[in-house]
């Protein structure tokens, strides 16, 4: 398999799937700066032009919950996807949630603060944005109430899909008053299997760069 990627993206939510599988993959750096996500050759794999894309074989899966998804299918030993059909289907509605709920928020307060080039950006959508990642996490912190895992007693998809996302909220300082889900990100980071956190991938960036 081969992972294509970029430092602090979303593709640390596809890494985390393949290490927490201990699958053999390669990745290949897709240097968004450069540019290399608009070349004919990657879009031939995404259209869209971002990463992460995953190859296995003939199949190209963009889409990193898509990703964390076909890994948990292709391995249903390591039970990311609950074999139960019942613990399955909580999966997918925290998947779903996560990336509907959470996600979409995180990336509008991301590109009004950083992306987008200065005049098109809108300070009261970041405010707005605030509040409904505030709303919306905090039905996760009451669920998380004394719980380890997102669904039943183990890692399953779910939490390779949010944990990314607790890291990118309190990078904007949104876990604050939400204790549960402070718990929580540490309690994944500390896993020996977790990806490098935002700044971690940022900070290598940086120092390659400054290194090249």
Known sequence: MKLYGFGPTRS???????KELGADFEFEVVNLPAGEHGRPGFLR???AGKVPVLVDGDRV???????VLYLAEKHPQMQLLPADLGARAQVYRWVMFA???LEQPLWRITRHTALLPQ??????D???AREDFARMASVL?????????????GITAADC??????????????????PNLQAYLARMYDRSTAPPRIAEAAASLRAAAAGS
């Open 119 to 124: 005049e098109k950006r809108l300070p009261q």
């Open 141 to 153: 912190e009451q669920h998380m109430a004394g719980r380890r895992f997102i669904v039943g007693d």
């Open 12 to 18: 640390l939510r596809a890494l985390w799937g393949l």
């Open 61 to 67: 899966i963009p889409e990193s919950a898509a990703i």
């Open 126 to 128: 970041i405010v707005l």
């Open 45 to 47: 794999l995404n259209p």
């Open 99 to 101: 990336m509907t709920e």
């Open 161 to 178: 899909v949010t944990a990314y996302l607790m890291d990118w909220a309190n990078e904007q300082g949104l876990l604050e008053g939400k």
